[in-house]
């Protein structure tokens, strides 16, 4: 075909293609080299002109078949400005120099494959009643809009992507050198951009609000009936914008890539956003695609999943720039499941975010360290599951944990079904790993094996099932040493206050678990390196510590006070604290709990057990704590038992343990048994058992071994069984001293068990062994003052040794009860004042306290035969009492004037008057009962009166000494004193 020369001969051309319905082909059986269109012939330059005017020439009839045209040429600007041309227009390989203007035209469709376009397509406004296909075609308008089509209708699909050859490859990309606008675009069909690329975008800032730099792909506001399918190396080089814009179908964006960059390798501005996005189905951005930039989708709805598993996000925050987010999910509603297995550099946002099925962050490497976090969930609302832990992608490849390297916080979070971590990592030493404050979490967490450097914190957190920790590794510490330090117990420098753990105020419907692992894949013990603090806590089953391994101790030099390596004061444990070792199914000691550092159970709330049994609690306080100990549950009520026994056997193949650093236990209330037979126990403290006002069903005080005193002061138990070699009792030659010095002022004791109670010379050393109290009594008087001091013992409390005598005694042994109280009696009177000293160093003398009133017999015999000396000595002044009848008895045998008769005359000298017996005088003169009976014999009225007090002073003596015999007998001596 000879190319016509002037524009009259190309319509006339033209026309006739169009009736005999044949494509125009400059280039007949010729391959057309695009970018060799310098050198083509002037024959194949087509004057736009001439196109113009076939177009809108309502003469020319034109079949179905419409405009086709190859191989052409066009130098200047194809302009199709408000044409409306109801019928195909087809361009294959041509050359539009001057680009290419179809504002406000209407075809019924318009195809551009392979074609060149410099200047690009302006047609804003246009209505295509078919699709757009600009398959394998390059538009150039750099830094410019290569590609507009805003506010334009196209009633079929929007092809952007490269062309098929007939084998089925890609024969030709697109590309589009400049920006491609389709904000307000109406698409009834597919945007399909596969094989494409956007570079050198303009910036479009005069049409956004929001300053993001250049954007190659502008559809804000877009409605798009079918999917968008941007896969298979689309690539844009500059920002993909999408606000408000609605997909009727799905969103797919698998092997893109954006890149967004203000200069190479330095991200910060966006490379997509869907902000308020409308996605009726679902939105897959997974294995390949690439982001270099900020990937916002604010408010977006997707009706089916999104899924991001393999996808790679990255927006680095920089020495100037610390709040950069790779990904932004803001209060986005997806209506099924979020794959969200991603790799990012830089933050994670979706605060508000529901999710309608389940959140899975397996396979997904997140990367922020710094303040800002690196994945932030507050406020979502997750139907489903949240599950980071192993999995596979829907194509069966195997998805390792989450691995963090930032905070992951999500306050407030809503989680319908399982929280699951297992195997999971979160690094973030210098803050958070973890923030959970107030979730509600309506099944089980699961986080067996989970690994969190960094605090975890769950303030408030609600669980509906149970919390599984066991085999979890948990550190918030400046350690210099190695997790096996960790794992082993070794003492650790950590800074002032360091949590591993915080759950104040939680809530966990179940049990908790933080416990040795026996699964394979997370075998191991629960480690703690930092404070595990939960005050407040509630816990509807058991709190499981088997086996695990705690590390607090604090540091020397805190400023801060005690950093407890557990402290649940104030919780609520409904069932049991479980500490027992943790065996294997055949009953092997495969772990036990061991702490270094205090725990403190203070008022806390247990409804079963607190079992510490083979524990190994150590604890060395600092100068700081003068009264810290190993294990406190001052105040805590234990409905069940308290168990700290070690009952561990010398076959064992982990070594014994003991609680160094003592136990306090204040006001406890225990309904079963306080046991600590077996154990070992020591500390610094003046007390290493302080049970001070405890309530104890029964208190097993039989310790291997207890280096320290105990303290029971006004503590209520109702069986004691204390003393004997690991408890035994039945031979006393072994028992040995409970352990002391004992301080039990106030103690209220019911009943003895063990050692104690069969011997009482071992209760007698046990209570021997108090300590003298620090509020001695002071002088108050002047002649205390001045008697102070002389032979006079510390002041110790006397009421325990009455309160055990009681119990003798309400046992049937009243022998061992009488030593006790003797005992007792002879400690008030050693650290009593002299005159009081005195005084009951008589009562003792006479009737052994009262409780040996036999001895008054002694003192009264002793008494009677004072009496009879001083009668002895004293005859001469004891004299007849009928003088009349005795003198007269003299007179009888001589005349003279007989001498006075006293009680020194020889009796033959008055053989008609009795004579005087000095013990019976004695006896009648000085004893109660026979008071009154000496009728024949007195003392003279001038009689010494030495002899008068002696006399009068036994009498009364035996009197009082009477009565107290009597007193003795009756029992009115030994009245309880405790």
Excluded at 117 to 135: K, P, Q, T, W, Y
Excluded at 864 to 893: E, R
Aim: glycine residues 10%.
């Amino acid at each position: 075909m000879t190319p016509p020369s002037d524009i009259t001969t190309w319509i006339l051309l033209l026309t006739k293609c169009i009736r005999d319905e044949v494509p125009l082909d400059l280039a007949l059986g010729q391959f057309v080299h695009l970018n060799e269109s310098s050198t083509w012939p002037a024959g194949r330059k087509l004057p736009a002109a001439a196109v113009r005017a076939v177009l809108t020439n309502s003469a020319i009839s034109i079949p179905p078949h419409g405009l086709a045209i190859r191989g052409a040429l066009f130098d200047e600007c194809l302009d199709f400005d408000d044409i409306k041309f109801d019928h195909r227009i087809h361009l294959s390989r041509c050359v539009l120099a001057g680009g290419l203007k179809a504002r406000h035209a209407e075809f019924r469709e318009l195809t551009l494959t392979e074609v060149d376009v410099a200047g690009g397509i302006h047609a804003s406004g246009v209505i295509i009643n078919g699709r757009l296909d600009l398959s394998g075609s390059h538009l150039v308008s750099r830094q410019k809009v290569a590609l507009d089509l805003h506010n334009s209708t196209i009633a079929g699909s929007l092809l952007i992507k490269g062309s098929i050859d007939a084998t089925g490859k890609v024969s030709r990309g697109f590309v589009a050198d400049g920006t491609v606008r389709l904000d307000g675009a109406s698409i009834g069909g597919h945007l399909a951009a596969t094989t494409s690329v956007f570079v050198n975008p303009a910036d479009l800032n005069q049409f956004r609000t929001v300053e993001s730099g250049p954007c190659s792909l502008y559809f804000d506001g877009a409605h798009i009936g079918g999917d968008v399918v941007a896969t298979n190396n689309f690539r844009a080089y500059g920002e993909v914008r999408g606000v408000t814009a609605k997909i009727g179908g799905k969103l797919n964006l698998s092997g893109a890539q954006i890149i967004n960059t203000r200069r190479e390798l330095e991200p910060g501005l966006a490379a997509l956003t869907l902000n308020h996005a409308d996605i009726r189905t679902d939105f897959v951005a997974d294995k390949g695609f690439v982001a270099v930039g900020e990937v916002s989708a604010v408010g977006i709805k997707v009706g089916g999943r999104l899924d991001l598993t393999g996808a790679d996000l990255r927006n680095p925050s920089t020495v100037n720039d610390h709040r950069r987010y790779a990904l932004i999910l803001d209060n986005a509603r997806i209506a099924l499941d979020v794959a969200a297995g991603v790799r990012t550099t830089g933050a994670v946002s979706a605060t508000g975010m529901t999710v309608g099925g389940q959140l899975t962050l397996s396979g997904a490497v997140l990367d922020n360290p710094n303040t800002l976090g690196v994945l932030i969930l507050d406020g979502a609302e997750i139907c489903g599951d949240l599950w980071a832990s192993e999995d596979h992608d829907h194509a069966g490849n195997k998805l390792a944990p989450l691995r963090a390297t930032g905070e992951v916080r999500a306050l407030r979070v809503s989680i319908g079904g399982d929280l699951n971590l297992e195997g999971a990592e979160i690094v973030n030493p210098e803050g958070d790993a973890i923030t959970l404050d107030n979730a509600q979490i309506g099944r089980h967490v699961f986080a067996s094996g989970f690994t969190a450097n960094g605090t975890v914190r769950a303030l408030g957190i609600n669980i509906g099932h149970s919390l599984y920790l066991d085999g979890a590794q948990l550190s918030k510490s400046t350690c210099t040493t190695g997790a096996e330090n960790a794992s082993s117990g070794d003492n650790l420098d950590i800074d002032d206050r360091q949590f591993a753990l915080l759950l104040d105020d939680a809530a966990i419907g179940g049990t908790m678990y933080a416990s040795y692992s026996s699964d394979g894949k997370n075998r191991g013990p629960f480690v703690s390196v930092g404070t595990i603090r939960a005050l407040g806590l509630t816990i509807g089953r058991d709190l499981n510590m088997a086996g695990a391994v705690l590390n607090c101790p604090s540091p020397a030099s805190s400023a801060s006070g005690v950093q407890y390596a557990l402290q649940l004061d104030h919780a609520k444990i409904g069932g049991n604290f479980v500490g027992h070792p943790h065996t294997s199914t055949n009953g092997k000691i495969l772990a036990k709990l061991n702490v270094t550092g205090p725990v403190r159970f203070v008022k806390a709330t247990i409804g079963g057990d607190f079992d510490i049994e083979d524990a190994r609690l150590l604890y060395e306080p600092s100068p700081a704590d003068t009264d810290g100990y190993a294990l406190d549950i001052s105040g805590t009520r234990v409905t069940g038992s308290v168990n700290a026994s070690q009952r561990s056997t010398e076959n064992d193949e982990i070594e014994s343990y003991a609680i160094t650093g003592g136990i306090r236990a204040r006001n406890l209330v225990v309904g079963v048994k306080f046991d600590l037979h077996g154990a070992t126990v020591d500390g610094k403290q003046d007390s290493v058992l302080d049970l001070e006002s405890a309530r104890i069903a029964e208190l097993r005080l039989t310790p291997k071994a207890c280096t320290g005193g105990v303290s029971l002061v006004r503590a209520q138990i109702a069986d004691l069984h204390a003393g004997g070699v690991n408890g035994a009792h039945n031979d006393c030659t072994a028992c040995r001293l409970p352990p002391h010095p004992l301080r039990a002022t106030g103690w209220e004791i019911d009943d003895l068990q063990g050692a104690v109670r069969d011997d009482w010379k071992l209760t007698h050393d046990w209570l021997q062994t108090a300590p003298p109290e620090t509020h001695s009594m002071y002088p108050t008087t002047c002649w205390e003052r001045i008697t102070a001091g002389i032979g006079r013992k510390p002041s110790v409390a006397i009421q325990p040794w009455y309160v055990l005598a009681g119990v003798y005694e309400r046992n049937g042994e009243p022998h061992s009860a009488r030593k006790i109280r003797f005992a007792a009696n002879q400690k008030v009177t050693a650290q009593s004042p002299i005159g009081t000293r005195f005084a009951r160093s008589l009562y003792r003398g006479v009737v052994g306290y009262g409780l040996h009133p036999l001895w008054s017999v002694i003192s009264m015999v002793g008494l009677v035969f004072l009496a009879t000396f001083a009668v002895c000595m004293g005859s001469a002044h004891i004299i007849p009492t009928k003088p009349s009848q005795s003198a007269t008895a003299i007179q009888q045998d001589t005349a003279t004037l007989p001498p006075p008769i006293t009680a020194q005359t020889p009796c033959e000298e008055h053989p008609d008057y009795p004579c005087m017996q000095p013990l019976a005088f004695a006896i009648n003169a000085v004893l109660p009962p026979a008071a009154g009976t000496n009728t024949q014999w007195t003392v003279s009225s001038d009689a010494p009166l030495i002899l008068v007090i002696v006399l009068t002073s036994i009498k009364l003596a035996l009197w009082a000494t009477a009565a107290l015999f009597l007193a003795g007998v009756t029992g009115l001596l030994r009245t309880s004193k405790s």
